[in-house]
Each structure stands twice: as C-alpha cells, then as structure tokens.
C-alpha cells in the first residue's frame, strides 16, 4: 500500500524552498479545488468589482424584458455564454443622493462620502477571512485617494479607507513563488523589525495621548488602530511564510500581464479566489479603458452616446473573460464560478441622467447615483437564482438590499448593513 504524504511536503535545499505539485499519494481536500468526499465544505467567496467609470450608455446596457425573458443587449453581448449565471439589477440606488462623482467613496457603504462606514466586503470578510492571508484581497489604482477621488471600494469599521493594492506582480510573488532560504531570513528579519516599530510606536503614542486634547486623541486613536491593523497583517505574512504556495498557472499570470493593467488583476483575483488566500475580494479599475467621462454628459448626442458604448463593451469583454475563466475553473462538485457570488457595475449612472435609458425618465443632470447599472454573476452552488432581469422602479431599493442579500450567500447569519435588515428575495433559489 503507497504511503500518503502531506500536500505541503517540500523539497529544502541549502537556498531554496520548493513546492511539489499535486500528486496522487497526497491527501485530499487540502487545496480548494480537491474537496473530494467532503460535500458542504467548500467556503463560500464574494466578490464586488466597479469597473465601468461615469456610468453606461443606458439604452445598450439595460434589457427591456422582464424576468427569465430578458434580453441580451448590445453592450451584454459578450456575457451571452453566461447568460443563465448572469441576473441584470435595474433600478437599484445608493443610499444617498450625493453627487455622484462622491459615490465611488460610498459604493460599498451606503454612508456619506464625509462620514463614512465600513464596506460590505469587510463585514463579509470578518464571517470568511478568519483563516486566511488576506482577510479581504483590495486591488485597484493603489493607496487610497482622497474624498471625490477614491481609490479604493474598501472601508474599515470606522470608516477609514484601506489601501489597495496595485502591484500585481509582487502581489503574486508574495502569494504564489516560494521564497529562496535568503529571502524567507530577510522577510523574517523585516517582520520583526517591523513589529519591534511598532510596538515602540504603541508605547510613545499611548504616553501622548494623556497630554493631549479630545480631537487629537481621537487622531491618535484612529492612529493606533492602523497601527494594530498592520500588526495583525505582520503576523498573517509570517504564519504563512514557511507554508509551500499553492500550485498555480504562472504562465497565465504572465500571459496576462502583457494585455494592459486589468487582465493581470483579474487572474490574481481568481488565483487568490481559488487557493483561498483570500474568500473576499474589490476590483477598483479607474483606468485603462480610456476616459469618456466629458461624452457621459452627452446631452443625447450619438456620437459621445456612441464612444460611450464603445468603452462599455470593452469592460463587458474584459469582465466576460474573466468570468469565463472562473467557469473554467473545477471546485468540488461545480466550478469557482458557482462559488463566487460577484457585483458588477458602475458607482453612478451617467451624465445626464436617464432619459435615454428603459423605463426611467431623466431626474438628475450630472451622475445620477440611482439607476445603477448592476448585475450579480455566479454563486448558483451557495443558492443565487439567476438568468433574469429585476426592476425596482420605486427608487427606494438601495444597493444595502443587495449587500443583505450577498451576506446571506456568504453564511453571515442574520445580516443587516447600513441599518438595512430586508435583502432582495428573488435572488435567492430558496
């Protein structure tokens, strides 16, 4: 009888570390997509993805058929092959009727852009990320921005924007290439000096903060808190230092890489995805497409509608890729794609309002924040009923349903966000 040996045995050298690929003689169910005889153990994952700036070209984005009879449009056509994985979201809005060039701030909170919350994925994050390297995986421009100018969808408990991340490939470095023996001592050396920083810098701000004023000590206070947060991320980076990164098809990576700035990211994400280095995931893309932001105030003239249109089914083409490589991909009894709930869309509508788009008659003239073009993808094995189009004409549906909703897919029990406890039942399968 052949002897099992552990999916994480390496082979060590003087300076190297390196991981066995997948063989028959180790055990299974270890790796997220090997959950063989362990059915109801794959974990679901989320995933909230704003690519379209400015808002859409309504007219080729929005199906004007109801229900399971929807149509695909001009702008959807690429998702076609995933038509019954696919429900379009017409009518939903954000919480607030701010400007909307304030709404990417306020995309996944439902808050004020001026007095911000945290963010779905980070209430999504706190039920699935417990046992993970990264807790919730934040890709887009990189770092945070500033309000009007965000550059991330991810907001902590109190509110304060997290960095994301935009070097892809260190990214995958970091969670796919075993390190060398030097680099693993190097990286170890850096962790605690880092963590010796920091519990220096805890020391001295703590003596601060009894001399202080109420304001400032709440600056402190918010201080302290980014400090442990990186604490915390310290300790992740070093449990998983010494454990073999899962197999992955680096050369995809690379392929990817030499498509522009979204492709390489998108790949990471499912990489992460499936290795379940991370459960929970943003994608911000904020370029690479081109800007057509002066031709979203189009003032019905086809030839900005037009260039509009062009640049929306470029994200379409991009994201149906993506979701087509998610569907590639085996999980269990079904692919990645059955287990990844995903948002798609836009943070605003477009800049004149919605004249031009089925049914909704024109109400703001500079990015509307309702109307939102939405759709939900995937996530049919955690009980998501797709292939249709929802219409909330009240303007009162509030993208918090949504989220409602996708945390009841994630398992978050009872959920409730933005003070919103009502989901939207006719996406659920149940």
Not at 237 to 258: E, I, N, S, T
Not at 283 to 307: C, I, N, P
Request: charged share 25%; hydrophobic share 40%; with cysteine.
């Amino acid at each position: 009888m052949k002897r099992q040996i552990d999916r994480r045995t390496c082979l060590r050298g003087s300076c190297a570390l390196l991981g066995l690929p997948l063989l028959e003689t180790m055990r299974p169910g270890l790796l997220a997509n090997d959950q063989t005889g362990r059915p109801g153990a794959i974990r679901p994952r989320l995933l909230f993805i704003d690519e379209i700036g400015n808002g859409v070209d309504n007219v080729r984005w929005y199906p004007t058929k109801l229900g399971r009879d929807w149509e695909i449009t001009e702008t959807l056509r690429p998702l076609e092959p995933f038509r019954d994985k696919i429900t379009v979201l017409s009518g939903l809005r954000q919480t607030w009727d701010d400007n909307g060039h304030l709404a990417a701030d306020t995309f996944l909170t439902g808050a004020k852009a001026t007095n911000n919350a945290v963010s779905v994925d980070q209430v999504a994050a706190e039920h699935l990320g417990t046992d993970v390297q990264f807790p919730s995986l934040v890709l887009g421009p990189g770092g945070t921005g500033t309000v009007k100018d965000a550059k991330t969808l991810s907001y902590d408990r109190k509110g304060r924007p997290i960095p994301s991340i935009n070097n892809v490939g260190a990214l995958f470095q970091k969670l796919f290439v075993a390190p060398t023996g030097d680099a693993i001592r190097e990286a170890e050396s850096r962790m605690s000096r880092n963590q010796s920083i920091l519990d220096g810098l805890e020391a001295q701000t703590a003596a601060l903060r009894k001399s202080i004023s109420t304001a400032d000590a709440r600056q402190v206070d918010a201080y302290l808190d980014a400090v442990r947060e990186m604490e915390r991320q310290v300790a992740r980076d070093r449990d998983w230092l010494h454990k073999a990164p899962p197999d992955v098809d680096k050369d995809a990576f690379v392929a990817a890489q030499r498509l522009g700035s979204q492709p390489p990211m998108y790949e990471l994400m499912r990489l992460a995805l499936l290795t379940e280095r991370s459960r929970v995931g943003t994608l911000m893309f904020t370029s690479g497409l081109g800007s057509v932001h002066g031709d979203t105030h189009h003032k019905g003239q086809q030839k900005a509608l037009d260039r509009v249109a062009a640049r929306d089914l470029k994200a379409v083409t991009m994201f149906a890729n993506f979701v087509g490589s998610m569907q590639a991909t085996p999980v269990g009894d079904g692919t990645l794609l059955d287990y990844t709930c995903i948002m798609f869309g836009s943070h605003m509508n477009n800049g004149t309002g919605w004249a031009q788009g089925f049914p909704f008659k024109s109400t703001f003239d500079s990015h509307s924040v309702r109307n939102l073009p939405m759709l939900l993808v995937g996530g049919q094995k955690l009980g998501v009923k797709q292939g249709q189009h929802l219409l909330f004409p009240d303007e009162k549906t509030t993208l918090s349903s949504l989220f409602v909703e996708m945390l009841k897919f994630a398992g978050v029990p009872d959920p409730t966000f933005n003070s919103v406890r009502q989901g939207i039942p006719e996406l659920s399968a149940a």
